[in-house]
């Protein structure tokens, strides 16, 4: 994602050097087409652009508006515009609120447990996958690895259910040879676990691919020039392939740190009833339940706000630190 | 990459690991469609899910798609897959072509509007009061058009656009021809690869389609769509109209049996796996150069 953005902004910079590859209209004009020109010639590349932004400004542009709701006793009669002001009144309530600094808690640890347990993953089975020599099975065991990407998380924990669950695959086993019960699906003290071991059943595989593409960009002859050298394996390691990753390891976690906020919402969403939102509850799912469920729905809008500006934090935050660091980040500085 | 002959140790760690990798992914899969296709017999004796073939049916998939509600939901959910993905190419691939001149008037204020979006959202509250506000409470178009602009998408396709179709595009307005004309005869044809790959990113999304249903249509049993039947019937183990079932006894003598819930997740999971080893072929081609490389 980001490193689209990222290279865009560099073909901004080379695109307004000149005219190069245009049509040349009569007479040669100055170096710049007046503005009634160029509205002629590219009304038809504007046209297109209309349906995607037409729906982007009502479902993307309009909520960002919507969130005034936040700032008012917002009742659905009344709508928007017409509904009594809080000011501040919701946000007084929320951090007063037990429930939802609780959710921020759950939030914080959730992620803290699958920076350590999920982000080192996919790195160490790209590079087990890249030491595959053979391109044939390698290719086989990849597409085999991301494939459960492409399920729905209610899929992904149906099949989590039938393997782990009270009924499921296991304690079918451990019942028929008589050695308990153990059910890992309804237990909240083992939630973060089970939540992290989903996501990398079902992320893992995707992540793998960014990380193979760094792989191969890494120039071939460096190993053999090192292994001349006498350099052994993990020398190579170490000093090679490592330096080569760096880049691509930090923009995924500048990603990651912004996204700190977001635990998998539906993920939560589905298991809430199993194990109880105690362990359960997170940001999105308290502005979900605190906000629609109980139709406070100035309420949920206050701690979507929340929720966005700490993001939007932690994102600059960590962008800035990889710049700190001389490494690009979400884009070249 | 370049390598000595790996060790034997070595290559049989690498190996097990692997295979257990695989092995991870795969089972569940297999015990799923097994136990989906097994006899009430069969399923009793494994005490569950079945992972030695031992009495093969297909009646679960005959009731399934006789009648009910899960036939109900798959004619649902195929027609927000298609239409959905229909109007998503449409308005994706339009925008995607008229951001691809980087000199073109308007072209980075209404490339900053798309990009914003990415960052900055008003969240769940403000949407769903959108969305309601506009009358979508129960209709099929709020599982539609809320999500239907994924602006990463566009960039990807926008991307292929104005790098690798560039010279091409350049050419043909050498030539005269017309926006329109060169979208068509131009960049559609010689950017199939993405194209396919774009698609199917929507496809697979609607497909998937959960959370709206939940916000939009929680209590119309007859909207839902496949991925909320599964939730209701098989993964809350709610009771499925019209099946009620021996399956299983005492309290939940209605909750549909096992062979029947299996073959609803084999259903969602169905054309995942159809279209993968194509989604498969293109990906290196599409993915990896559009997304990645910039």
Redesign the interface.
């Known amino acids: 994602?980001a490193?689209?953005?990222?290279?865009?902004g560099k073909?901004?910079r080379n695109?307004?050097e000149g005219?190069d590859?245009?049509?040349p209209v009569e007479p040669p004009p100055a170096r710049r087409l007046t503005?009634r020109i160029?509205?002629r010639?590219?009304k038809?590349?504007?046209?297109?652009?209309l349906?995607?932004?037409a729906?982007?400004?009502?479902?993307?542009?309009?909520?960002?508006?919507?969130?005034l709701?936040a700032f008012q006793y917002?009742d659905?009669l009344d709508?928007?515009r017409h509904s009594e002001w809080a000011g501040l009144d919701n946000f007084r309530q929320l951090f007063g609120d037990p429930l939802f600094w609780h959710a921020l808690e759950n939030t914080l640890y959730i992620s803290a447990v699958q920076l350590v347990l999920f982000f080192p993953i996919p790195i160490l089975?790209a590079l087990?996958?890249?030491?595959?020599?053979n391109q044939r099975i390698r290719?086989v065991?990849q597409?085999?690895?991301f494939?459960?990407h492409?399920?729905?998380?209610?899929?992904v924990?149906?099949?989590f259910?039938?393997?782990i669950g009270g009924?499921?695959?296991l304690n079918?086993f451990l019942?028929?040879h008589d050695m308990g019960t153990w059910d890992f699906m309804t237990n909240p003290h083992t939630f973060v676990l089970l939540v992290t071991s989903q996501v990398v059943?079902k992320d893992a595989?995707w992540g793998i691919?960014?990380f193979l593409?760094a792989?191969s960009a890494i120039d071939?002859n460096l190993?053999?020039a090192a292994?001349a050298d006498g350099a052994g394996?993990w020398r190579r390691m170490w000093h090679i392939t490592l330096p080569g990753m760096r880049g691509i390891i930090v923009l995924m976690l500048v990603l990651r740190l912004g996204n700190a906020l977001s635990v998998g919402?539906?993920q939560m969403?589905?298991q809430r009833?199993a194990v109880g939102h105690d362990a359960a509850d997170v940001l999105?799912t308290f502005?979900?339940y605190y906000?629609?469920g109980t139709q406070n729905?100035s309420y949920?809008?206050a701690a979507?706000?929340f929720?966005?500006v700490i993001s939007?934090l932690l994102?600059w935050g960590a962008n800035t630190l990889a710049h700190r660091f001389g490494e690009d980040g979400l884009y070249r500085k | 990459m370049w390598e000595e002959p790996p060790s034997a140790a070595g290559q049989g760690a690498k190996g097990l690991t692997l295979g257990v990798v695989v092995l991870l992914i795969l089972v569940p899969v297999y015990c799923v469609v097994l136990t989906s296709i097994s006899t009430p017999g069969s399923i009793n004796r494994a005490g569950g899910l079945v992972l030695v073939p031992d009495g093969i049916t297909f009646d679960a998939y005959t009731t399934m798609l006789t009648g009910g509600p899960v036939r109900q939901a798959l004619l649902v959910t195929l027609g927000v897959t298609l239409v959905g993905t229909a109007i998503s190419m449409v308005v994706s691939v339009l925008c995607a072509y008229g951001l691809s001149r980087s000199r073109s008037l308007g072209h980075r204020f209404l490339l900053m509007i798309l990009v914003v979006t990415m960052f900055v959202s008003g969240g769940l509250i403000p949407t769903f009061l959108v969305v309601s506000d506009l009358g979508g409470y129960g209709k099929y178009w709020a599982l539609i058009l809320p999500s239907a602009v994924s602006v990463f998408n566009i960039l990807v396709l926008r991307s292929f656009y104005s790098g690798t179709a560039a010279e091409l595009i350049d050419a043909a307005r050498m030539d005269g021809a017309s926006e329109w004309r060169i979208l068509w005869s131009v960049v559609l044809p010689t950017s199939r690869a993405v194209t396919a790959v774009i698609t199917l990113f929507y496809a697979v999304g609607y497909w998937n389609t959960f959370f709206n249903v939940m916000l939009y249509m929680p209590t119309e049993s007859t909207k839902w769509p496949l991925q909320y039947v599964l939730y209701e019937y098989v993964n809350l183990g709610m009771n499925m109209p019209g099946q009620v079932n021996s399956g299983f006894g005492g309290a939940h003598s209605q909750t549909a049996p096992l062979s029947l819930q299996m073959a609803v997740v084999v259903l969602t999971l169905l054309p995942i796996m159809l279209v993968f080893p194509f989604m498969q072929k293109h990906f290196a081609k599409g993915m990896l150069t559009g997304a990645i490389k910039g």
Request: overall charge negative.
């Open positions: 994602m490193s689209t953005v990222a290279t865009d073909e901004h695109g307004e005219a590859g245009e049509p503005w160029r509205l010639r590219d038809s590349l504007i046209l297109m652009t349906p995607a932004v729906l982007l400004v009502v479902f993307n542009y309009l909520p960002m508006v919507g969130t709701t917002y659905p709508g928007v089975l087990l996958l890249n030491s595959v020599l290719s065991i597409a085999i690895t494939l459960p492409f399920y729905s998380w209610v899929l924990v149906t099949l259910q039938q393997m009924a499921g695959l079918q019942r028929q059943w595989g691919i960014v593409a792989l071939q190993y053999e292994a394996r919402f539906e969403l589905i009833f999105d502005a979900y906000g629609i729905y949920g809008a979507g706000i929720k966005s939007l994102i």
